[in-house]
């Protein structure tokens, strides 16, 4: 289903799915251009050039965005086959993580070739990328729980959603250094606030793993805090997707 919804989404479009590619590209360059170059005046980060440094951290943050605000309508955007079938609901948050799968390892295939070409090898640092995807998996599931359940009770919920991946964007450390920022290098405390943050957590953890920056196991502190908040989502999360999945039809 995951795949069928994905060849659904640009089968009026010319390009059709390249432009699940495409797009981010795009992206990726307007913020290389403004950001590495204009900004950053091409300095490197962490010992790499800015575009090595951005595409770990940005296609994480791209697919967990994309996740986020998919799982949270995908209750809604089902209606009729909820409505009409006996279909296991519980399942349509993950049917959405699996379609934005897809998407996200052609764009980390994609991210890999140029980060060899910009000087990033490959190390024994790159296994942790696996700790890291399960970590991604585990607390996108958990707030897909939420934010679906949430979104069929109150529907303002998406919008306000949306308005808060926004804001998450600028202070997960997507596309800014954190830690070579002489602004907030002055303010330790809204830095330690930031690094609680679960999706500075992944989106830095991604950087580590391909640039050889750390590992995970020397931040056992933020690790505890990470799968701490996951925890409680998926407790949260699970009890009250529980508790309206009985009554999502008369809701929607």
Known sequence: MAKYD?????QAHILGNI???LDPLINIAIYWVVFGMILYGNRPMDGYSYIAWLLPGF??????????LGASKSMVSRVQM?????FPV?????????NQLINYWWMLGISVLIMLKYGVRPSASWLQFVYYFICM?????AVGLITS??????RDFHTLLNSVMQLMFWVSGTIFNMNANAVMENHPTIIKIIQMNPFYYVI?????AFLGTGWFYHDIKSMVIFWTITGILLILGSHIHLKFRSRFIDYI
Do not use: C, H
Request: proline share 2%.
């Open 204 to 208: 830095n953890g991604m950087r580590d």
């Open 137 to 141: 998996i585990a607390f996108l599931y």
């Open 59 to 68: 296609i994480t943050w791209q697919f967990m965005r994309a996740e986020v």
């Open 6 to 10: 994905e060849k659904s989404t640009f």
């Open 19 to 21: 432009w699940q590619i």
């Open 90 to 98: 519980s399942t349509i948050p993950s049917m959405t993580l699996a």
């Open 149 to 154: 359940t949430i979104t069929v009770v109150v």
């Open 82 to 86: 909820v409505s009409k079938m006996q």
